[in-house]
């Protein structure tokens, strides 16, 4: 089969930056369970780092953090075109984009804290999982010449066109630049909830 990537045109992107509110409570309320017990914290005192390396080893397991989702919609046109006819179909795809810090790969060097302040350095942000919604992903047109047999292969070729042009679309949006910066909101809350006064989040 001959697919003809000139003959693919993709609409307008319609991306929409979700903020996952209740996803970042979940996890802050998961990340303030999982550190809290490794700071001493004796009443009306400030917070006292127990062990640099523990507190990292416990945010390593908290694996990846995923702090921002894209839903985009992509319209893909698929053409196989032969001398003695072609075939032709119209996907009309919904797709999911996620972003966030793997936080497994934090050092131990990458979390300097004294007294009530703490500097962290993340890892940079980075694209987990791009996938379409199925039950929102449909072929609205499909057509076949008269001397030619149905590909059926050519819808699973436009659902992969689909994802890879929406997995570039996400990332000419910004989206690794908006999981950075919610991630950095996100664990910046944690710490000051911590009892720290003085929080810097940086990347390297």
């Known amino acids: 089969m001959a697919s003809n990537p000139e003959g693919s045109r993709s609409f307008p992107l319609l991306a929409t930056a979700v903020a996952l509110g209740v996803l970042a409570l979940v996890l802050l309320g998961a990340l303030v369970g999982v550190v809290g017990f490794v700071w001493l914290r004796p009443a009306g005192s400030r917070p006292v780092l127990a062990n640099t390396p523990t507190v990292v080893r416990e945010v390593q397991g908290l694996n990846q953090l ?15 075109v032969k ?16 972003a966030g810090v793997d936080l497994s790969k934090l050092l131990p060097k990458d979390i300097d804290a004294a ?17 379409l919604d199925d ?3 449909q072929v609205v047109e499909r057509s076949t010449g008269l001397l030619r047999e149905f590909d059926k292969d050519l819808e699973q070729d436009a659902r992969r066109m689909a994802v890879d042009q929406i997995r570039v679309a996400a990332r000419e949006s910004g989206i690794l630049r908006d999981a950075e910066e919610r991630a950095r909101l996100q664990l910046a809350e944690l710490f000051r909830r911590l009892g720290f006064k003085s929080v810097a989040i940086e990347f390297r």
């Open 66 to 80: 995923v702090s921002v989702k894209y839903v985009l919609e992509k319209i893909v046109i698929l053409e196989d």
């Open 115 to 131: 007294g009530d302040v703490i500097r962290v350095r993340l890892p940079k942000a980075q694209l987990f999982d791009v996938y």
């Open 83 to 98: 001398w003695y006819g072609g075939n032709r179909l119209l996907l009309v795809a919904h797709g999911v984009a996620k």
């Open 135 to 137: 039950r929102r992903t």
